[in-house]
């Protein structure tokens, strides 16, 4: 079918399709290197168009361009974002889940991509489940969305997906995530009260974080304590999310003698002006939030939308050199943060 003179027939991407047996939608996503096909099938489709003499029609390249440029750019594929979260309504009151979902769709919308919310846990999808449906789906491309602690192990058949965690590290088996870097937080965050003079400073987390965040937190402070010389045993009080939490927490801050506070994902206005250390003196204290708190608030603000973005940025990435399975050496990349006077 290779044509050899001025009258011989152009070869159709229908040509290509039949000798390929696959339907011709395949073929033109081969021939655009589009990643909703896997590498090897794109390979051999292409191989067989240039076998056959396949050349783009210049005419119809000129009619898709003009179209291209007056209509919306449709999605180039589909990405999961999934959540533990129990229902919708839980995920839309989560303000931390809402603010990396919709930056996460934001940038997949920037590069052509839909990202779709799905919901794994006892009363949603199982994992299981969900391996099936994305794949009828032709989803391959995985955001974990901040899973919760409680979520320690997902049953996926993660050799057909891509996936990349967001600050979901407690995940097994393990994947790459990307992750604020709590550590370096904590330290920014103690060295702003040392530098003003306080002394016995504690931290509290809400527990919804996690051990793993946690431990960064402690990591962090206790790099700058020894450097200062105060190595004191550090005091943590983990804080639900409901303010019956702020009694006890001005007990704690109490009875540890502190002058000084470091907080994360603590919801609690005011708690500067309102508690008191026992001994008449004021308690500083320094935000590390996972929301952009409103400006004059002395903390570590929020970077929840620049997680989502990067995300979404390797994921496609990966998708692109179809770079499915676990991998080999699961690595994070942790965000640098800046304080806020």
């Not at 990396?100 to 839909?114: D, N, P, T, V, Y």
């Not at 904590?186 to 919804?208: H, I, T």
Request: with cysteine; aromatic share 6%.
């Amino acid at each position: 079918m290779n044509p050899s003179g001025p009258n011989q027939r152009r070869v159709t991407m229908s040509d290509v399709a039949s000798v390929a047996h696959v339907h011709k939608s395949t073929v033109s996503l081969a021939l655009r290197n589009q990643p909703q096909l896997n590498a090897a099938t794109r390979e051999r489709i292409r191989k067989i168009a240039m076998e056959l003499g396949y050349r783009p029609d210049p005419m119809l390249e000129l009619f898709n361009l003009h179209r291209r440029t007056l209509a919306p750019p449709r999605p180039a594929g589909a990405l999961a974002f999934v959540s533990d979260l129990p229902n919708p309504a839980a995920f839309a009151r989560s303000e931390r889940h809402e603010m990396i979902f919709s930056a996460a769709r934001e940038e997949a919308k920037r590069l052509s991509f839909a990202l779709e919310l799905f919901l794994v846990g006892s009363a949603q999808l199982s994992p299981a489940r969900l391996s099936q449906v994305l794949q009828a789906r032709g989803i391959t491309g995985i955001l974990l969305g901040a899973l919760s602690p409680a979520t320690r192990s997902l049953n996926i058949d993660w050799g057909k997906f891509c996936v990349i965690g967001i600050e979901s590290m407690q995940v097994e088996p393990r994947v790459d995530n990307v992750s604020t870097d709590y550590c370096q937080a904590a330290r920014l965050s103690f060295l702003q009260l040392w530098q003003r003079g306080r002394r016995n400073v504690g931290f509290a987390v809400a527990q919804s974080l996690g051990a793993e965040i946690e431990g960064q937190l402690r990591a962090g402070y206790l790099v700058e304590a020894y450097a200062k010389g105060s190595a004191r045993k550090v005091p943590c009080f983990r804080i639900a999310e409901n303010s019956a939490n702020i009694e006890y927490l001005s007990e704690w801050i109490v009875a540890e003698k502190l002058d000084a506070v470091v907080g994360c994902g603590v919801d609690v206005p005011g708690l500067a002006t309102s508690i008191n250390s026992g001994e008449g003196g004021t308690v500083a204290w320094a935000s590390i939030d996972i929301r952009d708190l409103p400006s004059g608030c002395p903390c570590v603000p929020g970077i929840l939308g620049d997680l989502g973005r990067r995300a979404v940025e390797l994921l496609i990435m990966r998708l692109q050199i179809n770079l499915l399975g676990l991998p080999a050496n699961p690595a994070t990349t942790f965000f640098p943060v800046e304080w806020r006077d």
